[in-house]
């Protein structure tokens, strides 16, 4: 099976930085992806990680370590269109994404 | 950069209806799609896998005979909810995948609401 943890809700103030963390354990593993999704809207795709390291792309980054099943999304310079819910998912074996719960994230001024 | 189609965006049903959902990848051939459903402040959960040409394969606790799934083509799936009721009301939401990519590219989602 698959278990996929994120904190629910994260508050941060314009213009900081939130890391948001999840934790995975499953069965087979291809990689692991950080979607955003607005309210009533399907998830838009930030990162893909399938190696270790960290992959910077402009204000957002992705860690992933496979020995440890642990995954973080890096949101910089926060504005306020990035209050969405941030989604860890992972892709194994058979093509399919298993979710986590999502992370809440509201940026206040 | 791959484009996925969903239609309708919204639709409201009487109990006992039944109402069809189409997923279509505008730009690629989708050799699988995904369907799944998502509850208001939840995750999307994985309803089901549609390979075309062949049937769907649902995950545990989904009824394939009240959600069925047809890909018919390499660009379109359709899910229709039979006799929805109440408790099917949710977001729907589709996503595609090229052969050799894992990445899913996914649908805007139809919210459905079932009076």
């Known amino acids: 099976g698959q278990n996929i943890d994120q904190p629910t809700e994260m508050t941060a103030t314009e213009g900081a930085i939130v890391q948001i963390n999840c934790t995975y354990q499953t069965s087979g593993f291809n990689g692991l992806f950080w979607y955003q999704q607005h309210a009533g809207e399907a998830p838009t795709f930030l990162s893909y990680?399938?190696?270790?390291g960290l992959e910077e792309k402009g204000r957002f980054s992705s860690f992933l370590s496979r020995s440890k099943g642990y995954s973080y999304l890096l949101l910089k310079e926060l504005q306020m269109k990035d209050s969405a819910s941030y989604l860890c998912a992972v892709i194994s074996n058979d093509y399919k994404l298993s979710f986590g719960a999502g992370t809440t994230v509201t940026v206040r001024a | 950069g791959a484009v996925v189609s969903q239609h309708p965006s919204r639709v409201i049903c009487k109990s006992g209806t039944s109402v069809k959902i189409e997923c279509r990848s505008l730009?690629?051939?989708?050799?699988?799609m995904f369907w799944y459903r998502q509850f208001p402040k939840k995750s999307l959960m994985l309803m089901a896998t549609?390979?075309?040409?062949?049937?769907?394969?649902?995950e545990q606790g989904v009824e394939k005979d009240k959600f069925l799934i047809n890909h018919a083509s390499l660009t379109l799936s359709t899910l229709t909810v039979t006799s929805a009721h109440p408790e099917d009301s949710s977001f729907y939401i589709c996503?595609?995948?090229?052969?050799?990519?894992?990445?899913?590219?996914f649908g805007p989602g139809t919210r459905l609401t079932v009076t």
């Open positions: 730009d690629f051939q989708a050799t699988t």
């Open positions: 990680n399938v190696l270790d």
């Open positions: 996503s595609a995948r090229e052969t050799r990519d894992y990445e899913q590219y």
């Open positions: 549609s390979n075309e040409g062949s049937k769907a394969t649902y």
